[in-house]
T-cell receptor, first 113, second 115 residues
Framework: AQSVTQPDIHITVSEGASLELRCNYS??????LFWYVQSPGQGLQLLLK??????LVQGIKGFEAEFKRSQSSFNLRKPSVHWSDAAEYFC???????????FGTGTRLQVML | NAGVTQTPKFQVLKTGQSMTLQCAQD?????MYWYRQDPGMGLRLIYY???????DKGEVPNGYNVSRLNKREFSLRLESAAPSQTSVYFC??????????????FGDGTRLSIL
């Protein structure tokens, strides 16, 4: 079955430190991949997406993600984390048609000041 | 620019009561979706509507019904609420694209508690 895995439930980093959130997918073909961010009490906001082409994609708020086919991964990175980045992050993959998404279980990011 | 609007934002029901969650989008999107979010489980698709006039089951449809009232509105109904349906419900919409690869836009959610 197609699936998206986020192995880290909770990550804590210091403000100014670098960040990498892991995402692995299991699909027969290269899926379309997304990262969303959810602030407390809010809906999900799209950070970035990968469809094809350049495997390093840039998103909003200084985030980037790298698609690695050999590792079936799509990890999210940020060089220097800000306190406002504290939120929950979801990796998702498109399944079939009609833009249906399969989500990972999320990674909650805590930022220490 | 409202995007996706969900009403109500909060609701408490008793077991067995019925309720309809409303969702409307003003982006002229063809596809709309209902998800539920539970701790440690991410978002799971309940129902979706690829276009006006069509609806299909997602991963967890049991206990729910939907209506695509028109292109803008997509409602989710709980006919007889159960405590297991306590969750945060999100509506989303997407512009239909070739291959269906358009990102979804989300509302702010409805927090539903069933006692």
């Amino acid at each position: 079955a197609q699936s998206v895995t986020q192995p880290d439930i909770h990550i804590t980093v210091s403000e100014g430190a670098s960040l990498e959130l892991r995402c692995n997918y299991s699909y027969g073909a290269t899926p379309y991949l997304f990262w969303y961010v959810q602030s407390p009490g809010q809906g999900l906001q799209l950070l970035l997406k990968y469809f094809s082409g350049d495997t390093l994609v840039q998103g909003i708020k200084g985030f980037e993600a790298e698609f690695k086919r050999s590792q079936s991964s799509f990890n999210l990175r940020k060089p220097s984390v800000h306190w406002s980045d504290a939120a929950e992050y979801f990796c998702a993959a498109l399944t079939g048609t009609a833009s249906k998404l399969t989500f990972g279980t999320g990674t909650r990011l805590q930022v220490m000041l | 620019n409202a995007g996706v609007t969900q009403t109500p934002k909060f609701q408490v029901l008793k077991t067995g009561q019925s309720m309809t969650l409303q969702c409307a989008q003003d982006m002229n999107h063809n596809s709309m979706y209902w998800y539920r979010q539970d701790p440690g489980m991410g978002l799971r698709l309940i129902y979706y509507s690829a276009s006006e006039g069509t609806t299909d089951k997602g991963e967890v449809p049991n206990g729910y019904n939907v209506s695509r009232l028109n292109k803008r509105e997509f409602s989710l109904r709980l006919e007889s609420a159960a405590p297991s349906q306590t969750s945060v419900y999100f509506c989303a919409s997407a512009r239909a694209g070739r291959g269906g690869n358009q990102p979804q836009h989300f509302g702010d959610g409805t927090r539903l508690s069933i006692l």
